[in-house]
């Protein structure tokens, strides 16, 4: 009996739709000398309170995939309007110091003038040569590391986000879709309400 009640809760558009059109005709047929005037005030009241419930429905949708509502987006049209607003100037920074990717090594060259003392000094060069590209190597594993940290940081906010952006989209497809199909159905029976009475 409890999954019987949740499946009929489940369709609460049908239910409140009928309770609506059931209120309609227990008032017409209490009062049937006004019912031109009821079906006036009824047909009027369900297109007015159906557009209301699209609106806020669309509105809700709005606000939970762009965190915006429709009364700010109309605020910052207003407010964008060139009778009232000044145009905004464009502001340009421009940054001074520059940093340099590549390090100042000086190096100090000897002049040998006997065998011994070039092979030594050559030696000495190649020496510093591999300690130049050992530093430069550990530089580079370092700022590899460095950028594979930042990928997988980003990786793990873009992950969160798509599901940050799925939940939104199953939230917004489950609830706004029940008030539109009543404000539809109500702003539908008003409109009928309104034409064939």
Aim: proline fraction near 3%.
């Amino acid at each position: 009996m409890r999954r019987f009640y949740h499946w009929c809760r489940r369709a609460w558009p049908l239910w409140a739709s009928l309770m609506v059109i059931a209120a309609h005709l227990t008032v017409v047929s209490t009062f049937p000398q006004q019912s031109y005037e009821i079906n006036g005030a009824f047909s009027i009241a369900m297109q007015v309170i159906g557009g209301l419930l699209v609106l806020y429905s669309i509105d809700s949708t709005l606000g939970l995939v762009r965190e915006e509502s429709i009364f700010r987006v109309i605020t910052k049209w207003l407010q964008d309007c060139p009778i009232w607003s000044k145009p905004k100037g464009v502001e340009v920074s421009v940054s001074s110091a520059a940093s340099a990717s590549a390090s100042f090594n000086p190096r100090v060259k000897t002049v040998a003038s006997s065998l011994p003392d070039r092979v030594t000094e050559l030696e000495r060069q190649v020496e510093e040569v591999y300690r130049e590209m050992d530093r430069k190597t550990q530089a580079l594993k370092e700022s590899i590391s460095e950028a594979k940290g930042q990928l997988s940081a980003r990786i793990g906010g873009a992950e969160s986000a798509i599901r940050g952006v799925e939940k939104k989209l199953d939230t917004t497809m489950l609830s706004g879709i029940k008030q539109q199909v009543f404000g539809v159905v109500i702003a539908i029976y008003g409109a009928g309400l309104g034409y064939f009475s």
